[in-house]
């Protein structure tokens, strides 16, 4: 053993040395993974952002690089003499392109440091057009990249031959990825580099998560024994809640939390450097505008960071935050990752933490070094997420963190995938089944799937002859499958990826300047004069064309927000089941709870706490109709899934239309018409007896599938590609909404394995099944508190006030017609 | 005039069934992109049609604008389209040029072909709408439909105004144009019935 030891420390002892001449020292887990990648293995690190992560990872390359005196051509001389496509070594995965230029220059430097004649490129959305044909020619040696973009390139068929070297592949922030289709897609992507450079070692960089050993089985399904390697042990904690003023009467529900601007503005004028982050862009502009509004220092030391910003000025704000040249950014999610920002002194998180780990990470933000404690200060924009913080405090005390489950057998990411081989190298199904299935999320790829798979890109779906004229991927005399229609290509090209985004369209000053870019459907709203807020400035719409706003500054006056579609992130159900502990007991510890006690008093004098003993339902009446709450705490998505459930059953029974909605502590069915209740019906109701056959029927009945078909007509390539700024003239035809797609589908290819897959993720992801089982288990096992409140609790108001979901009807529709509109006179009369 | 739940008008004095964009052809346009609908909706969107014209006993069929959805020529929607015309040999069939009809002039359909407009007075039948006239317009092309609270989806519209009348696209597959109760009096329809709304 000790021989091996100090053979091992020879080994990285260049890497040593040079972190000592940096006046660093090399972490126990840094060496791990350097040692662990020379001897050729794989593996996962998992370690908080900043705690050296980057070249923990990166050292071995380093490493393996100084042994064997590598000796790069140099870029300049290579046009002409080096017509070889294969010096790319080192390939860096990351899920966010605002992470991609920070991790250039932390390569970079250990690279220029150590004399290595490296060059490397970024290949993402924002590259520059020197990286991009560094990197599409085989002439860089590292290349950051972003999921979508590793995709992209091997859409061309000289990806064969560029990754054919290829020693290493670092994917970063997998926690980001391995939840998701995008990880999904990844997943894809790296069986093709496992196929085109066999030899290369994979090292997976995460965050802690509730199931280390699936993250590495999923990244590494060929290395079951890869090594996991612990990091730095996470750093002690510390969240505070900016209480509102005692004697202001702080709302129920909302989501803005400016009542609390002053003492926020107060905060930061304390700090030097601070990060304000919000749950959405519009909140993220909301709250930039008051802010700009009162900020008594130099206006361009308050920054804005959200994802739908231009590239340029999203660089701009976290160059702001390293050189300290701006105060305060407003970031949405944008700003989670792994950029380090080790000037920034204090983190906001405005509004509900969603989950543990997010607020986790988004403490990490602040005095960014190993050893120093996370430090968070809540602003709560509503009452109850007062309780969320506290929550979330005592479950981070107790090391708790979520779990992110990988999904599995994604037929439209997998036909994507089939129509990008099929335009790079090509591909023979044999082979490409062969190859999928080693992946983790088709592992259970049964030959029939890809059979249906094939048709679908091939012939347009299973039935041929419903297809005619249909053109796609072909399959040659020789068995390959190719796609020979450049605008075909063209086209898909430009829509991989897995993100649903509605109809984008650029913003730009008449002058030029690019801002971002905002969805359709709220600029189609605006008429040129009319004023909008975007990108921390107020605009004045002067036209609108081709797929391009036209704006100026506005000289005055304030304008409406854009919302942007997607992304109301759920309460994560551990920390739901932690909320609903917390409110059990009307007196607690925390300042938090004490500041809710005098509304948990009304709850209880009105109805009751909710309790884990007992299930808290409440039946209200008002004048516009009756009202069914049950607070399960169980997240959004369970919520409504179990209000689906809810309300198939009921409208068994009785003749009415029934709308539901949810939010993350429960969920609200409401009826129009008169009905009896009691607690045996809400037995009923809530059994866990025939579960699926019950959530079955309310899927067909419901829009729940149609509704989710919109990321799987998107990602399987059923809509044209929307981009910003740029709709090819030919995409006009080809204009029709999923919703749409969908119906087509259902009247004339009902068994149309896309729709299938849309029931599917409506039960596994939506709804969460498996989370409902339980949930309704558990409720059967709670005595049901039935109350009838004489007037909305502070626990309804916020469901009463959520739009509603869903809703189904056995009532005529023509009486639904006029009730609605009978509806609409008295509110507007 | 008469108001169709099915998104038609029938006007009993020319015995005439009047539709605004049919968009023949709209997913055979998608399949030759590259995008896989199944065929069947252009049967459908007919099926539909002889459906009200024998209810009716209309005549007449008039087709506001729009009849085919791509400018491209020969498509197997004229697979679905010459047994239906040749199954309704009798009725006359006008069709007034809407933008997507550019291909139409050559395609031999035997159907007469208005450009510009059809003047029936009082009214004055046309594609897309136009403001000050003498006659009343009735005419498509917005595609319009209305959201109403408490009901999901969007539903297509009728929408009457002093001097002008939009009909709903008749094709299922059709997108919409937002439209509220302020732009006029609207009739929602839903194939089977049809209420004021607003």
Same mark, same amino acid.
């Given at each position: ?29 840094? @060496? ?67 992470? !991609? ?31 991009? @044909? ?82 590495? #089985? ?19 904690? =510390? ?172 037929? #439209? ?25 080693? &992946? ?36 040659? #005399? ?69 797929? &391009? ?57 009105? =109805? ?25 705490? !169980? ?11 809810? =309300? ?8 009415? &239309? ?67 700024? @740029? ?9 029709? =909404? ?39 288990? #558990? ?51 | ?36 609908? /199944? ?43 010459? /047994? ?10 006008? %069709? %007034? ?16 072909? $208005? ?11 046309? $594609? ?9 317009? %009735?005419?498509?092309?917005?595609? /319009? ?11 297509? %519209? ?41």
């Amino acid at each position: 053993m000790t021989s091996r030891k100090k053979a091992s420390r020879a080994n990285d002892a260049a890497l040593v040395d040079w972190f000592a001449t940096q006046g660093w020292t090399a972490a126990t887990f840094q @060496r791990e993974v350097w040692q662990r990648y020379l001897r050729g293995e794989s593996g996962l690190l998992h370690t908080p952002t900043g705690s050296g992560k980057t070249l923990a990872a990166f050292g071995g390359p380093l490493l393996e690089a100084l042994r064997e005196g590598v000796a790069s051509a140099p870029i300049k001389k290579s046009r002409k003499s080096s017509p070889s496509n294969t010096q790319l070594r080192v390939l860096w995965i990351t899920p966010l392109r605002a992470l !991609a230029a920070d991790t250039v220059r932390s390569l970079q430097f250990p690279i220029a440091s150590l004399g290595i004649p490296w060059a490397v490129a970024m290949r993402t959305g924002d590259a520059s057009a020197r990286d991009r @044909r560094l990197s599409t020619q085989g002439r860089a040696d590292v290349v950051v990249i972003t999921p979508e973009s590793l995709e992209l390139m091997l859409s061309y068929p000289e990806s064969s031959e560029i990754f054919s070297g290829l020693r290493a592949v670092i994917v970063d922030e997998w926690h980001e990825l391995i939840g998701n289709k995008r990880g999904v897609l990844l997943q894809l992507s790296l069986a093709r580099l496992r196929k085109l450079s066999p030899s290369h070692r994979c090292w997976g960089l995460s965050a802690t998560l509730g199931n280390l050993d699936e993250a590495r #089985d999923v990244l590494l399904p060929a290395h079951s024994s890869g090594a996991i390697v612990s990091g730095v042990t996470p750093r002690s904690f =510390s969240l505070e809640t900016l209480l509102p003023p005692e004697d202001r009467r702080f709302p129920w529900a909302g989501h803005l939390g400016l009542t609390q601007l002053q003492s926020v503005l107060e905060r930061l004028s304390q700090a030097r450097t601070s990060i304000v982050f919000t749950n959405t862009r519009s909140q993220a502009e909301l709250w930039h505008q008051a802010l700009a509004a009162v900020w008594p220092h130099a206006p361009e030391t308050l920054a804005l960071h959200h994802g739908s910003l231009d590239a340029g000025l999203r660089s701009q704000a976290e160059q702001g935050l390293c050189d300290g040249s701006v105060r305060c950014v407003v970031a949405t999610s944008s700003l989670d990752l792994g950029v380090d920002f080790p000037a920034v002194d204090l983190v906001f998180q405005i509004g509900s933490p969603k989950g543990i780990s997010r607020l986790l990470q988004r403490s990490g933000r602040a005095k960014h070094r190993p050893g120093e404690a996370g430090h968070i200060v809540c602003v709560p924009s509503h009452a109850f997420e007062l309780a969320e913080y506290a929550a979330a405090r005592r479950a981070i005390e107790r090391g708790e963190i979520e779990p992110r489950h990988p999904p599995t057998l994604c037929l #439209d990411v997998l036909a994507q995938h089939g129509v990008t081989i099929a335009l790079g190298a090509g591909f023979k199904s044999e082979e490409l089944f062969e190859e999928v299935r080693t &992946t983790h999320a088709f592992s259970a790829l049964s030959e029939t799937m890809w059979r249906q798979v094939l048709d679908f890109i091939v012939q347009g779906g299973s039935a041929l002859s419903s297809y005619p004229e249909y053109c796609k991927v072909v399959r040659d #005399d020789d068995g390959m499958y190719r796609v020979p229609d450049r605008g075909i290509a063209t086209r898909h090209r430009l829509s991989i990826g897995t993100i649903t985004s509605d109809s984008a369209v650029g913003v730009k000053f008449m002058k030029g300047g690019r801002l971002g870019s905002v969805e359709e459907a709220f600029l189609s709203r605006l008429r040129p004069g009319d004023r909008f807020q975007f990108a921390g400035r107020t605009l004045t719409l002067v036209r609108l064309e081709n797929m &391009t706003a036209y704006v100026r500054i506005a000289k005055s006056g304030q304008g409406s927000v854009p919302r942007w579609q997607g992304g109301r992130m759920p309460l994560s159900s551990e920390l739901g089941k932690e909320v609903e502990r917390v409110m059990s007991t009307e007196n607690s510890a925390t300042p938090e709870m004490t500041f809710l006690a005098p509304l948990m008093r009304i709850q209880r004098k009105f =109805s009751a706490l909710p309790n884990a003993d007992q299930l808290l339902v409440e039946w209200i009446h008002r004048r516009d109709g009756w009202y069914l709450m049950i607070y399960p705490f !169980a997240g959004r998505a369970v919520n409504e899934g179990i209000a689906a459930l809810a =309300s198939m059953r009921w409208s068994r029974e009785i003749t009415n &239309t029934f709308s539901y909605a949810a939010n993350d502590y429960g969920c609200v069915i409401a009826v129009p018409r008169e009905t009896p209740m009691s607690m045996e019906l809400v037995q009923r109701l809530l059994s866990p007896d025939r579960l699926l056959d019950d959530l079955l029927a309310c899927v067909n009945v419901g829009e729940l599938s149609r509704r989710q078909f919109r990321e799987i007509a998107r990602v399987a390539g059923l809509l044209p590609p929307s981009l910003p700024g @740029r709709q090819p003239r030919k995409v006009r035809h080809l204009q029709a =909404s999923s919703g749409l797609i969908f119906d087509v589908l259902q009247r004339f290819d009902p068994d149309h394995m896309l729709l299938n897959q849309a029931q599917r993720e409506v039960f596994e992801a939506q709804l969460d099944v498996r989370q409902v089982a339980e949930t309704l288990q #558990d409720f059967a096992r709670r005595r049901i508190h039935l109350l009838t409140p004489e007037m909305l609790t502070p626990l309804s108001f916020p469901l009463w006030a959520e739009r509603w979901r869903g809703e189904l009807s056995n009532e005529d529709w023509k009486t639904r017609v006029a009730r609605a509109a009978e509806q609409l006179d008295k509110r507007s009369g | 005039m008469h108001l169709l739940a099915d998104r038609a008008l029938f006007w009993p004095r020319e015995r005439a069934l009047l539709i605004a964009d049919l968009h023949l052809g709209k997913a055979d346009t998608f399949r030759s992109a590259g995008i896989a609908l /199944p065929s069947g909706g252009t049967r459908y969107d007919l099926r539909r049609l002889s459906a009200m014209l024998e209810t009716t006993s209309a005549t007449r069929l008039i087709v506001l604008g729009d009849l085919l959805h791509s400018s491209a020529i020969e498509r197997s929607w004229r697979d679905a389209w010459e /047994p239906w015309q040749s199954s309704h040999a009798d009725l006359n069939i006008d %069709v %007034v040029a809407g933008n997507h009809d550019r291909a139409l002039h050559a395609l031999d359909l035997d159907i007469s072909i $208005h450009d510009g407009e059809i003047e029936l007075a009082p009214f004055a039948l046309r $594609h897309a709408p136009k403001p000050t006239r003498l006659a009343h317009i %009735v005419c498509g092309h917005l595609h /319009p439909v209305v959201r109403m609270p408490g009901i999901a989806r969007r539903w297509p %519209v009728f929408v009457m105004n002093e001097g002008l009348t939009i009909l709903p696209a008749f094709s299922a597959f059709t997108g919409g144009f937002d439209i509220s109760a302020t732009n006029g009096r609207l009739a929602v329809c839903n194939g089977k019935n049809i209420a004021l709304w607003g």
